[in-house]
C-alpha cells in the first residue's frame, strides 16, 4: 500500500517513519502527480499558515478534496488538524474537509506548550500527547465523532475516512493512528 | 491533569514542525508580516539585521521589548528572539515576553567570553550556532534544542554556512566509523560530553534539528543548502537588504520546499530584482568574522 505524506514542510519524515514501520510505502507527496499514486495521505505538523500556500501553489488544493470525496483516508495532525478543517478562527480555510471551527494556537504561546497522557477510544494503552503551540477545537459538526479528549476538549475526531488530531503521535512514535487510517482504505 | 511545559522533548517539537522551513529576520511589525505572508515558518525579531550591526558597529544587543511585543502582535507565527551569548538575563526577559524560541547568538557582542548560557534552565527553546560537530554537542549539552550552522552573518556569502555544514556532516560520518572503545577518545578530541557523543556516532544525524544560517540571499543558497542534508533554513539580511523583498522571499519559501526540483527552482529565480551586494569572506580578515564568537 502507498501511503503518501503531504511534504511541503514540517514534521512528514516522521509520518513517513510510522507509515514505513506498519509495512506501507511512504510516499511524499508535493505535486498533483504525486498525489494520485498513493493510497492514503497523513498532513504533518508545521506552520499551518505555510502548509496553506505551499499547498495553493502548488495546485494541490483541488485534487486533495477531490481525492477526499471519493473516500481517500487522511490523517492530520495539528497544523494538518487546522488546514483539514471546514472553519479556522482567523484564517481562510484550506481544504474544508472536517466539520469542525479550530483556533490556532489556543493553548498559548511555545512555553505553554506540553506533553500529558492521553486516552484514545479503541487504543488499549495511554498515548503521550505532544501538543505544540496547538489547536482547539471549539465546535463539532453532528457527523463528527470525538474519540479522545482532554479536560473536556475533544483532541482527535473521526469524520468517515478522514481522523484529525491536535497533537502529534508521529513524535513519540505512536502507530495506532496511522494504522487505523490504513484500515479504512 | 497533570501537564508538563518546557520539557526537552516539546523544546525539540517545535524544531521538528520548522523543519522545511524558513525563518525570515524582520526588524518591524511590517517586515514580520511581509515575512508571515510570503510563507515564513517562523520569525526572528532584531534590532538591526546582521548587515547593519557590521556596517554601523558598536555593541549589538537584545532587541528593544517593545519591538519584540509589536512583532509578536503583528503576526501568528512563531516569534524568535536573539540573546547575546552567555547574558542569560536577556534571555530570562525574552522568555517573561512570551518569545517562541532564543537564539543564543554571534551575532549579537558577547556578554561572556568563557560561558554559554545554561539553556536547561528555561522553558522557552534555544536555538544556537555551530561550526562543527564538537560545538554542536557543547551546545546541546547545554539545553540548545537545535542547532544552525554560523556561517558568516550579514555578508550575503553562503560559502562559510557550507563549510561548516559539510564539516559537522563529515564529522558525523567519522564517529559512525567508530567501535565503542573509541568514543571517549573521540569526545575528548571533539571537547564534548561522550553520551551525546555515543548518540551521535549510533543514529549517524545531530539528535535535534539542524538548519542552516548565515550568509544565505537567493533561492538557490537555500535549496544548495537543504540539498547539503540541512532541516531548514534561516535568511538573515539576504531578504530585507535586497532591492524587492516579498517576492525573494516568496521564492526562497518555494526553493526550501522544492529543493529537489530544478524546474521548481528555475521558475522562482525569475525576476527577483537585485539581491543584497554581499561582501568577500577574505576583506573581513579574522577581526571581522562573526562566526569565531562562541567557545
Known amino acids: 500500500m502507498k501511503a503518501g505524506v503531504l511534504a511541503l514542510q514540517g514534521d512528514f519524515r516522521e509520518h513517513a517513519r510510522v507509515f514505513a514501520e506498519l509495512g506501507a510505502s511512504p510516499v511524499e507527496v508535493r505535486t498533483p502527480e504525486d498525489l494520485s499514486r498513493v493510497d492514503a495521505l497523513a498532513i504533518p505538523g508545521g506552520e499551518s499558515t505555510t502548509i496553506s500556500k505551499l499547498a495553493r501553489s502548488a495546485e494541490l488544493v483541488g485534487p486533495i478534496v477531490e481525492r477526499a470525496s471519493e473516500g481517500m483516508p487522511i490523517l492530520g495532525t495539528c497544523a494538518g488538524m487546522i488546514v483539514m478543517a471546514k472553519r479556522v478562527i482567523g484564517l481562510e480555510p484550506l481544504l474544508g474537509l472536517v466539520d469542525v471551527t479550530v483556533r490556532r494556537n489556543a493553548y498559548g504561546r511555545q512555553v505553554d506548550s506540553f506533553e500529558a497522557d492521553v486516552d484514545i477510544e479503541g487504543v488499549d494503552h495511554q498515548v503521550r500527547g505532544v501538543f505544540i503551540r496547538a489547536p482547539v477545537v471549539e465546535d463539532v459538526g453532528a457527523d463528527v465523532r470525538a474519540i479522545a479528549s482532554l479536560d473536556g476538549r475533544p483532541v482527535v475526531l473521526e469524520q468517515g475516512s478522514l481522523i484529525v488530531a491536535s497533537f502529534h503521535p508521529e513524535l513519540v512514535g505512536e502507530t495506532r493512528l496511522h494504522e487505523y487510517l490504513l484500515g479504512k482504505v | ?295
Open chain 2, 1 to 295: 491533569m497533570d501537564r508538563e511545559i518546557g520539557t526537552f522533548r516539546v523544546k525539540s517539537g517545535l524544531a521538528e514542525m520548522l523543519k522545511g522551513g524558513v525563518i525570515m529576520d524582520v526588524t518591524t511589525a511590517e517586515q514580520a508580516k511581509i515575512a508571515e505572508d510570503a510563507g515564513a515558518v517562523a520569525v526572528m525579531a532584531l534590532e538591526r539585521v546582521p548587515a547593519d550591526i557590521r556596517a554601523e558597529g558598536g555593541v549589538a544587543r537584545m532587541a528593544d521589548a517593545t519591538k519584540v511585543d509589536e512583532i509578536m502582535q503583528a503576526v501568528s507565527i512563531p516569534v524568535m528572539a536573539k540573546a547575546r551569548i552567555g547574558h542569560f538575563v536577556e534571555a530570562q526577559i525574552l522568555q517573561a515576553l512570551g518569545v517562541d524560541y532564543i537564539d543564543e547568538s554571534e551575532v549579537l557582542t558577547p556578554a561572556d567570553e568563557e560561558h554559554h548560557i545554561d539553556k536547561w534552565a528555561f522553558t522557552v527553546p534555544f536555538v544556537c550556532g555551530a561550526r562543527n560537530l564538537g560545538e554542536a554537542l557543547r551546545r546541546i549539552a547545554e539545553g540548545a534544542a537545535m542547532i544552525r550552522t554560523k556561517g558568516e552573518a550579514g555578508t550575503g556569502n553562503v560559502v562559510e554556512a557550507v563549510r561548516h555544514q559539510r564539516t559537522i556532516l563529515r564529522e558525523i560520518g567519522a564517529l559512525a566509523q567508530l567501535r565503542p572503545e573509541q568514543y571517549v577518545s573521540a569526545a575528548k578530541e571533539l571537547g564534548s560530553p561522550v553520551d551525546l557523543v555515543r548518540m551521535v556516532a549510533e543514529a549517524g544525524t545531530l539528535p535535534v534539528v539542524n538548519f542552516a544560517a548565515g550568509g544565505l540571499a537567493t533561492p538557490a543558497d537555500a535549496a544548495l543548502m537543504m540539498q547539503l542534508g540541512v532541516d531548514g533554513v534561516f535568511v538573515g539580511s539576504g531578504i530585507f537588504k535586497s532591492s524587492d523583498p516579498a517576492p525573494r522571499a516568496r521564492a526562497i519559501v518555494e526553493a526550501t520546499t522544492h529543493f529537489q526540483d530544478p524546474d521548481v527552482l528555475a521558475k522562482v529565480s525569475h525576476g527577483l530584482g537585485e539581491p543584497m551586494h554581499g561582501i568577500d569572506i577574505a576583506e573581513l580578515g579574522e577581526e571581522g568574522l562573526l562566526q569565531t564568537r562562541g567557545w
